[in-house]
């Protein structure tokens, strides 16, 4: 018998058990597959090649991703906003429940992020770009912010070739922590100042493999052909192709680590292109994101999903599913894995978006729901005299239509909409998806109507929207103001500005009977103080759907009457009138407000 040390059964057992323990590592290491989630910045959709580009040769990377991926036909984000909609994607939950509505800060946001998720699943975690973006405070507990390259210098944006450094920096910053991976790489391009218009001013470096020019570019629907719009067009394409061109580093680069057959990779934008009725709103092209999803051996190489809507508030529970991680308590986003294996679920005929604030932080609130055919949109902030702010009156293609307004009866009904809006809007996707003709009054599409806006309700109810009372109550034009005021006090509030303080400056007395086709008076009393000297009073008569018919400016000082006097269209929609008055120089700087209900006609 063997006396004294370690039996030799013992050590042979030892050592079995080690190397069944590297054994199981090494398939615990191979059964979580590492993940690569690849954004552009402000691309709508149909600027990809195989996503229906009218422009050729737009994307040669992403349409060859593509031909190795499976892609969505009707994958769309929930707002054409950066930080809400990355912030929904990362959270598995949607703005109201994920509190970042806006663009600042969230301290204490009550929910874990992909980043604590991954982590927790013995994930290494990086990302490059739109760092403060991508969580709800900074800074956030990533592994390593590749923002910073091996060098010690920072990444430019639109530098192609660092998007291919920080992609092969991370990998090995992974391999050197013996993890597998979880980097978020997000691209600027085509996020303004476009190719050629350097931040700051001087030449742009950094050249697209390819630039467009402004004859061969085609017009969106939802825009118009006009020299200077073209011209910016031609610099929007030629920065597409520059994402374009750093999509093709990123791919490089995870082929060469060895690591591209064990990486899933899901690439997408975060809202459509930054020009007018795109970016900052939720219409069809402001969310349609060209998401395809390339993960070897399961999905299927150039296959197109035309059945299924998936949303950004799907990303991050199919992520978890795919890793064999677990959710935490509460997501309202649903996870698609089973379709990335080729099956089938069932609740996939619609999606809903959710707008809340901008970057400037004008508090602006929409809902709206999509199914493949329609779109429906509730915008409670449009009162016919709120301006709605958004991220494109910067643009050439905006001061443009401002320019040609006066002059074409046309564009100057497209800029009041991009101004003012209306508080509802219903579209056929199919045949519209420029969204240009509002069926929002048409009897034929009322059953579609009436169904749409039971899903949204039943949305707010299970989601807990705390628009859901404003919503059932949008007929009554003085409610949904007095809502969307305290929406606007509260941000005022969160900025440090002092709210705006009512006052008894105007009265008014609206006429009993109101007949179409005849002129309707109504009368405004004011009392104004010496101080406030001479004011200009805004009078606005606006239709059932809350669309403003007609405006008329005047000027008061002291205290007195006026009366104001409009002509009321005899086929006018709705069969119901409204009217609105404010004074003050602008409504932004409105002194007091009035908003009438709604008044049918005789």
């Known amino acids: 018998p063997h006396r004294g040390g370690t039996h030799p059964g013992q050590i042979i057992m030892k050592r079995l058990l080690f190397i069944l323990g590297a054994v199981l590592a090494i398939s615990l290491y191979a059964a979580q597959p590492n993940i690569l989630l690849l954004t552009v910045d402000d691309m709508s959709g149909d600027s990809v090649g195989v996503f229906g580009s009218k422009l050729a040769n737009t994307t040669p990377n992403m349409d060859k991703l593509a031909s190795q991926s499976l892609r969505f036909a ?9 930080m809400p909609c990355r912030n929904v994607m990362l959270s598995g939950l949607y703005s109201h429940n994920n509190k970042v509505e806006g663009f600042y800060q969230v301290k204490d946001p009550g929910w ?6 991954m982590k927790r699943a013995g994930y290494f975690t990086g990302i490059r770009g739109k760092v403060s973006h991508s969580a709800p405070y900074q800074p956030y507990a990533w592994d390593a912010d590749l923002d910073t390259l091996p060098d010690g210098s920072k990444g430019h944006i639109k530098d192609p070739k660092s998007y291919g450094i920080s992609t092969t920096d991370g990998i090995a910053k992974a391999k050197a922590a013996g993890k597998p991976f979880c980097l978020v790489v997000n691209i600027s391009d085509p996020h303004k100042p476009f190719w050629s218009k350097a931040k700051g001013g001087g030449k742009d470096p950094y050249t697209p493999s390819r630039i ?29 192709r520059r994402a374009d061109d750093c999509v093709g580093q990123v791919l490089a680069a995870l082929k060469a680590s060895g690591e591209a057959d064990n990486t899933v ?22 969310t349609h994101t060209p998401w395809m999803v390339r993960w070897p051996g399961v999905t299927k190489a150039g296959s197109v999903d035309k059945e299924h809507m998936i949303s950004a508030v799907d990303f991050l529970p199919t992520i978890l599913d795919i890793t064999g991680t677990p959710h935490p308590k509460h997501l309202d986003g649903r996870s698609y894995l089973p379709l990335l294996k080729g099956g089938t679920q069932e609740d996939r005929d619609h999606v809903i978006k959710e707008y809340n604030e901008n970057a400037g932080r004008s508090r602006d609130p929409m809902r709206g729901v999509q199914t493949k055919k329609y779109l429906y949109l ?40 991009y101004k003012h809006r209306v508080p509802e809007e219903l579209y056929d996707v199919t045949k519209d998806p420029d969204c240009l003709v509002n069926l929002i009054n048409q009897p034929k599409h009322q059953a579609e109507l009436k169904e749409l806006r039971a899903k949204l309700d039943a949305w707010m109810v299970r989601s807990k929207d705390p628009m859901l009372e404003a919503f059932r109550k949008r ?54 103080p010496k101080r406030l000297k001479e004011q200009l009073l805004h009078v606005t008569l606006k239709d059932g759907s809350g669309k403003r018919i007609e405006r008329k400016v005047l000027k008061a000082s002291g205290t007195g009457e006026i009366e104001v006097q409009f002509d009321v269209p005899k086929d006018l929609q709705g069969n119901k009138v409204s009217f609105a008055a404010f004074i003050g120089v602008d409504f932004s700087k409105n002194l007091q407000l009035l908003n009438s209900k709604s008044i049918d006609l005789k």
């Open 378 to 417: 509730f915008n409670p902030w449009s009162n016919g005299e709120r301006v709605f702010a958004t991220a494109t009156t910067g643009t050439v293609t905006y001061r443009r239509m401002v320019d040609l307004a006066s002059s074409s009866k046309s564009l100057s009904a497209r800029l009041d909409l």
């Open 112 to 117: 874990p992020h992909l980043v604590d998720l």
């Open 475 to 528: 007929e009554n034009a003085g409610f949904v103001e007095a809502y969307v005021q305290k929406l606007e006090k509260e941000s005022s509030a969160r900025r440090g500005n002092k709210p705006k303080r009512k006052t008894g400056l105007i009265k008014w007395t609206l006429p009993k009977n109101i007949t179409p086709g005849q002129p309707v008076k109504l009368t405004l009393a004011h009392k104004i």
């Open 74 to 82: 009707h994958a769309h984000v929930t707002v054409g906003n950066c």
């Open 265 to 286: 990779v899901m690439f997408m934008s975060d809202h459509g292109m930054p020009l007018p009725f795109a970016k900052t709103q939720l219409y069809h092209h402001s």
């Open 212 to 240: 467009f020019k402004a004859s061969e570019v085609p017009i969106p629907g939802f825009l118009f052909d006009d020299p200077q719009v073209r011209e910016e067009l031609a610099l929007y394409y030629s920065s597409v």
